[in-house]
């Protein structure tokens, strides 16, 4: 097995079997995948489907390809490309590149997507807070910013109909003479 250094991987499944593994008897499924760059040849992964694990192993089933709901039946594992996560692990000495994710290919796996009628609902909530804040970037001067004894001395400014021509220059840069303390 060529060594495989930590990383995401594009791979997709080649074979497959539900199997019971280790001294215990575990139940999982085994699959060997083929990675996209055929110099790195192939690993195989367990996916564990135990109390804890169940719920991720069937998900990175299905980014896998498998639309069924009958674990003894895994047609369509080798539909879609994935990402696998490789990171190495010790054993017995030995240091072996181990599958440690299977997410969906080139994307963000996360598990609730906004999609549809509920995007568009939402981004327009979020409509007149973008412009709001837009507004207030292109009304607020410069990056630096005053401290807070200058900010409270320029903002009491008189009312405008007693105040003279806008003064639209950049306040002088402030010197250590303006510093409170």
């Given at each position: 097995m060529p060594q495989i250094p930590n990383g995401t991987y594009r791979a997709r499944a080649k074979e497959w079997v539900l199997a019971e593994?280790?001294?215990?008897?575990?139940?999982?499924?085994?699959?060997k995948f083929h990675f996209?760059?055929?110099?790195?040849?192939?690993?195989?992964?367990?996916?564990?489907?135990t109390e804890k694990t169940f719920d991720r192993t069937i998900e990175?089933?299905?980014?896998?390809?498998?639309?069924?709901?009958?674990?003894?039946?895994?047609?369509g594992l080798d539909a879609n490309d994935v990402d696998l996560v490789i990171e190495q692990e010790e054993y017995e000495g030995r240091t072996y590149p181990k599958v440690k994710w299977v997410n969906r290919?080139?994307?963000l796996a996360h598990k609730t997507p906004l999609t549809g009628d509920k995007a568009k609902f939402f981004a327009a909530q979020m409509k007149?807070?973008?412009?709001?804040?837009?507004?207030?970037?292109?009304?607020?001067?410069?990056?630096r910013s005053a401290p807070k004894n200058q900010s409270a001395r320029r903002s009491a400014a008189p009312p405008a109909s007693q105040a003279?021509?806008?003064?639209?220059?950049?306040p002088p840069p402030l010197s250590d003479d303006d510093i409170p303390w």
């Open positions: 593994i280790g001294a215990n008897s575990t139940t999982a499924v085994s699959i996209e760059d055929p110099e790195l040849g192939s690993i195989v992964w367990d996916g564990w489907l990175s089933l299905r980014y896998c390809g498998w639309e069924g709901n009958d674990l003894s039946e895994l047609h290919a080139g994307g007149d807070r973008i412009k709001a804040l837009d507004a207030s970037k292109a009304a607020a001067p410069g990056p003279g021509p806008v003064d639209d220059r950049e």
